[in-house]
């Protein structure tokens, strides 16, 4: 049992997501013609047209600059606040979803020990994170709004912008999105084919990196089953159509 606690704690430990991450980098400003407040306002405009969706996420964790941990899961999200995370890796088959019948988080592991089920409250040990960050915290959505707060209210230095490989780059030193008293470097990636987060990087203020962050394939789903988000339901890709 000892065994199974420790992999218990290190496994979750490693997967949450956590999330959102930039270097120092200066990039030219956005043309008149699209000031970055436009940019936050088609982004909040295309996500309210979002009712689900998944994405192949990526998320890499640094430590005083170096990179400790790499993970690599599927994230489906239904509105309002259905999440289920299916690891990759380090741990494949390991599931979480939230929230279970009681609010909490359902976690079950892969492989042999898949007969365990966890029931955790969010601020519980076990799922607690460095950033500060809950699972209810991951959505896309949030993070928009996390976006137009450190663009604004909680900026802290000068605001750049511009396009990189077909997206657009925003970057700002604000207050951290979780942290209070924590200021933080941001550097948002965004599909401008959607209007959509494509990924966030966090540095230090002097640029020290500290989380990476990254989106792919990102799908808007339609017909997405509710039982995908209990634990013994069913696999994320069943009952879904998407775009």
Do not use: C
């Not at 405009?45 to 998320?59: G, L």
């Not at 896309?140 to 137009?148: H, N, P, Q, Y």
């Not at 511009?162 to 925003?170: C, F, P, S, Y």
């Not at 924590?182 to 990087?201: K, N, Q």
């Amino acid at each position: 049992m000892p065994l199974i606690v420790g992999y218990m704690l290190s496994a979750i430990l490693l997967i949450l997501i956590t999330t959102f991450t930039p270097p120092l980098w200066a990039a030219p400003s956005p043309p008149d013609r699209e000031p970055v407040m436009g940019i936050v306002a088609r982004m909040e405009a295309a996500y309210a047209q979002v009712e689900a969706y998944r994405a192949k996420t990526e998320v890499s964790e640094y430590r005083e600059g170096r990179l400790v941990a790499k993970k690599r899961f599927l994230y489906t999200f239904k509105k309002p606040n259905h999440v289920r995370i299916d690891m990759e890796f380090p741990y494949p088959g390991m599931i979480l979803v939230y929230p279970d019948e009681d609010e909490k988080v359902a976690v079950k592991p892969g492989g042999w020990a898949g007969f365990l089920k966890l029931h955790l409250s969010l601020d519980s040990a076990l799922l607690r994170s460095s950033a500060g960050q809950h699972i209810d915290q991951t959505d896309v959505g949030l993070l928009i709004r996390s976006m137009a707060h450190s663009l604004t209210d909680r900026r802290r230095g000068e605001i750049w912008a511009g396009e990189e490989g077909g997206q657009m780059v925003i970057q700002v030193l604000s207050e951290d999105h979780f942290l209070a008293g924590v200021v933080t470097l941001y550097r948002f990636y965004i599909d401008m084919s959607r209007w959509l987060p494509a990924g966030v990087e966090e540095f230090t203020p002097d640029g020290v990196p500290k989380r990476k962050v990254t989106f792919r394939d990102l799908r808007i789903l339609g017909n997405v089953s509710d039982r995908i988000f209990r634990i013994d339901g069913e696999d994320s890709n069943d009952g879904q159509s998407g775009r």
